[in-house]
């Protein structure tokens, strides 16, 4: 009894609780929402869209209530590009996701606040990433060899007389991806079969809970689910972490030298996060030495690790703190440690595999549902490559029309409408509306490309919208931001449009596709697809045809 009444009292409390209202922050208010949930349940199925929507009665820039936590709406090209571009910095933080933050502790990218340590990594994995996205690098060859391996595994299923579910061929893109992603980061694909697919059933299980996941920032009282969701996470990110320490065994020895020799530690992102790690950590026990006479040069990776948090919170004399701060501004990347490395590498594996297999996904689907351009296509690829080669980076630039619908299947759809929540860095004042630090924002970028100051029937699917009147391919409209704008935009772009371009074509050349079940077609509703973290394609099956 004394239990029972407990409850209903807690359960009464929160339900007729007002939300927490900031009162600096002077941003019109949106819908009125339920006490406890806000808006939650108003948002519906299609956040994206209702945000649309209330966008036309409350304006581009509204707040709302998820849980108690007030949240900022940004709708529109215009707003999102003033907030992201001409206000960038303040509008670049990240707030603590509860189910992110559990897992990546803050470190890496998607889940670091903006700050130091971020700048340092998102600059390291820019850069390295456009080294191994370069032309005929082995992210290319790679990729090649395991499209090659996918189109095999087809052929063989088709003569069975097979149809492939979105689910399948989805895992069949991840498979892909994730190899990709594999090769950045470790120099090499993952040959043992049971490993890999042990590793697939982890990242697959993990985004199937993220929606639930993101309940957990809004309605603490759903965290007490969060035992089982947060196992699988961490399961992941522990065999990630293992191939990790797995990996940084093959550089023992190099590690007891203070200079490493510069020609090595330069073909994948581990090895050039080491060399930045260890060279820091080098001119630092330099320092230490010169000034202790240390001596102590242990090879090992966890002791190494701990030295350095050691040493950085240790107390020195001023006079040593002045001359290391003299040396630590020559070494680029002074916040490297290994917890941001396993974090960057789950990060990637997070951001660039279920990203590029949504995408292509609905890249087929599109192609499948709209026959025409699906012939268009193939005459293209066929001119161009024939019906053997396998497509190049160097090709990229002659298949015009290619380029044209990929680009139109991420406009129209969006892999995620919503940009992971953003916060503000400090106070600011936006378009004259005060908004306090640490405010939730979230962009809705599927607004951005069905803005119809920007593109004429932004509900058609018209890959010509991105071709100039010679049939050259051009994509300079200011609202096509699928992969975001400013601070925080996606730092695979670049791989990420090589590897769609590499897949995609590579099917169209040897296989028709078209929908299993002709009633599919014309269901409107299916082409919405299926919200969640992102738009995911819905449920049909194709039919592959041999070409
Ligand atoms: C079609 C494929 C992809 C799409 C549509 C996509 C889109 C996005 C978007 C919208 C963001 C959010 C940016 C924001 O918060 O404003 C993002 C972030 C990110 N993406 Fe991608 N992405 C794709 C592929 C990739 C690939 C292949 C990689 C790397 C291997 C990658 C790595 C990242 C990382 C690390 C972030 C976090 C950046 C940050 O917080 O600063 N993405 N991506």
């Excluded at 530690?265 to 996060?273: A, G, K, P, V």
């Excluded at 929540?421 to 924002?441: A, C, L, M």
């Amino acid at each position: 009894m004394f239990l029972f009444i407990t409850t209903l009292l807690i359960t009464l409390y929160y339900l007729f609780k007002k939300p927490r209202e900031n009162k600096n922050l002077s941003v019109p208010s949106g819908p009125r929402g339920l006490p406890l949930l806000g808006n939650i349940l108003q948002l519906g199925d299609r956040p994206h869209e209702k945000m649309f929507e209330w966008s036309k009665s409350y304006g581009p820039i509204f707040r709302i209530y998820l849980g108690s936590e007030q949240v900022v709406v940004l709708n529109g090209a215009d707003i999102v590009r003033e907030a992201f571009i001409e206000n960038g910095e303040e509008f670049a933080g990240r707030p603590k996701l509860y189910m992110i933050h559990a897992t990546l502790k803050g470190k890496g990218l998607i889940s670091s606040p903006y700050n130091s340590d971020f700048n340092e990594h998102k600059k390291f994995l820019q850069s390295s990433l456009n080294k191994f996205g370069r032309r005929r690098s082995s992210l290319e060859v790679n990729c090649l060899q395991t499209i090659r391996e996918t189109l095999d595994e087809y052929r063989e299923r088709i003569d069975n007389n097979f149809e492939y579910t979105n689910k399948q061929m989805r895992n069949n893109i991840s498979r892909i991806a994730s190899q990709n992603v594999l090769t950045m980061t470790f120099g090499t694909r993952m040959h043992d079969k049971k490993l890999f697919s042990h590793l697939m059933d982890l990242i697959t299980e993990n985004f199937e809970n993220t929606a639930v996941a993101a309940a957990f920032n809004f309605l603490p009282i759903t965290r007490m689910f969060k035992t089982f969701i947060l196992r699988n996470v961490l399961r992941c990110s522990e065999f990630l972490n293992n191939l990790i320490s797995e990996k940084l065994e093959e550089y023992h020895e190099d590690m007891d030298q203070f200079d490493l020799p510069s020609e090595k530690y330069e073909s994948n992102i581990i090895e050039c996060y080491l060399k930045e790690l260890l060279n820091s950590v080098c001119l630092y026990d330099k320092t230490i030495a010169e000034s202790f006479y240390a001596t102590d040069r242990s090879a090992s990776y966890n002791f190494l690790s701990r030295r350095l948090t050691e040493k950085r919170r240790s107390s020195l004399s001023i006079e040593l703190v002045n001359n290391m701060n003299k040396i630590r501004r020559k070494s680029r990347y002074m916040s490297f440690s290994f917890d941001h490395l396993s974090s960057i590498v789950q990060d990637l594996f997070i951001a660039g595999t279920e990203t590029i297999s949504t995408s292509l996904n609905w890249a087929l689907i599109y192609a499948a549902k709209y026959l025409d351009y699906q012939d268009k296509l193939v005459a293209e690829i066929e001119n161009v490559l024939g019906k053997e080669k396998l497509p190049t980076e160097s090709d990229r630039s002659k298949l015009n029309f290619v380029q044209a619908f990929l680009n139109e299947t991420m406009r129209i759809i969006s892999a995620g409408p919503i940009l992971v929540p953003r916060s503000t860095t400090r106070d600011v004042v936006f378009r004259g509306y005060k908004i306090p630090e640490n405010t939730f924002i979230m962009a809705n970028i599927w607004s951005c490309m069905r803005d119809p100051n920007y593109w004429s029937e932004p509900n058609e699917f018209r890959p010509e919208r991105f071709l100039d009147q010679n049939g050259n391919f051009v994509c300079k409209n200011p609202a096509m931001m699928p992969f975001s704008i400013g601070k925080r935009a996606c730092i695979g772009e670049n791989i990420a449009r090589l590897q769609m371009y590499l897949i995609f074509t590579s099917l169209l050349q040897k296989f028709h596709f078209s929908f299993a079940n002709d009633s599919d077609l014309n269901d409107e509703k299916l082409m919405k697809g299926i919200p969640g973290v992102g738009l995911s394609p819905p449920h049909v099956s194709l039919k592959l045809r041999l070409r």
